[in-house]
């Protein structure tokens, strides 16, 4: 297996468990032995379990001995609520660490210098940009700005309307788009709609499987707004918690989140919320799904953002255009981000 094989399988396992980690990083490991076999690999678990490499050497055993470890994330070298992942590689005898991206938290970095001060070999950088624009994208923004990461994610027509005139919108995108967002809110920490969406609507905000079914794992239920919400929605059901924050600030919605440790946010409100988040420069992605078809009138997607000339307008850069079914998906992130 070549060094990128094996980060990219790192990047696979850390995928796999992005949602369950938070507030932690969802890291994944590989290691191969000294003939470069593939014998252990492993992802974080859960907070307070073992992290990605504790993982991976576990599953080596005896094998990961004069070998090579591939981390998505610098292996720490503090005591948190697991030892240092530098101890359990050095008590391995592993000797070479691969790693995607330095860990910019003040606590855990310097995890490859001692590695470094042991006889450890390290190199940075191997696919560091899959891993930031993929499962660490969200942790890395969050650590950086202590925020939650906000995807806003939408449905709309060629000509921008997320409904028609007379307010139907179910459905406008493709079924393997919709089946793709419910994979995607199986991966967040927290789903955010206001209080005009359910009230128009009554979404659930439920992930769910190919099959229709909840899944277990159920992302935080956020209604923003200051309106009351009916204790009849379905919002507020037992399929999972929700929690309603009585503010139109954006601001204060992500600093109440960051306190609950949300990490990773998907904004699915409609187009009042989504122009106050744009206004505030609080969406760090567009994720668009552009049904082919044109309405002529109904609500666009984006309300009032504070633009009023052309120089005002909020610009992105985008990262991928694809297909999903019948639907363009486009991912885009701000052209400046802070």
């Not at 359910?198 to 769910?208: E, F, S």
């Not at 969406?283 to 799904?289: E, G, K, P, T, W």
Request: hydrophobic share 40%; glycine share 10%.
């Amino acid at each position: 297996m070549t060094p990128e094989q094996a980060m990219r399988d790192a990047i696979a396992l850390s995928e796999a468990v992005r949602g369950t980690t938070s507030p932690n990083p969802p890291v994944g490991a590989v290691i191969c032995d000294a003939d470069g076999v593939v014998v252990g690999r492993g992802a974080t678990q859960p907070p307070g379990g073992p992290h990605a490499e504790v993982m991976a050497l576990a599953d080596a055993g005896d094998r990961a001995r004069g070998g090579t470890a591939y981390v998505t994330l610098e292996p720490c070298s503090h005591y948190g609520r697991t030892p240092p992942c530098t101890d359990a590689l050095l008590n391995a005898g592993v000797s070479t660490v691969h790693y995607a991206v330095a860990d910019p938290t003040p606590d855990a970095k310097g995890g490859a210098a001692t590695l470094e001060n042991n006889g450890v070999t390290t190199t940075k950088g191997l696919l560091a940009d899959d891993v930031r624009r993929g499962p660490l994208r969200a942790w890395l923004h969050y650590v950086r700005t202590g925020r939650p990461h906000v995807t806003w994610k939408y449905a709309a027509t060629l000509d921008g309307r997320v409904a028609a005139a007379d307010g139907t919108s179910r459905w406008i995108s493709g079924e393997p788009a919709r089946a793709e967002v419910h994979a995607l809110r199986t991966k967040i920490d927290a789903i955010v709609a206001g209080t005009g969406t359910v009230l128009a609507d009554d979404p659930q905000l439920t992930a769910r499987d190919a099959e229709g079914t909840p899944v277990q794992r159920q992302p935080l239920r956020v209604v923003v707004g200051t309106r009351e919400v009916p204790t009849t929605a379905r919002v507020l059901d037992d399929a999972a918690e929700t929690v309603i924050i009585a503010t139109h600030d954006p601001d204060k919605v992500l600093a109440e989140l960051a306190d609950r440790d949300v990490v990773d946010v998907l904004l699915e409100g409609g187009p009042t919320l989504a122009g106050a988040f744009a206004e505030a420069g609080r969406i760090d992605r567009l994720l668009a799904y552009l049904a082919p078809a044109l309405a002529g009138a109904g609500p666009a997607a984006l309300g009032d953002a504070g633009v009023s000339t052309v120089t005002d307008m909020h610009r992105w850069v985008v990262e991928e255009v694809t297909m999903t079914g019948d639907d363009v998906r486009v991912s885009a992130v701000p052209a400046q981000q802070d």
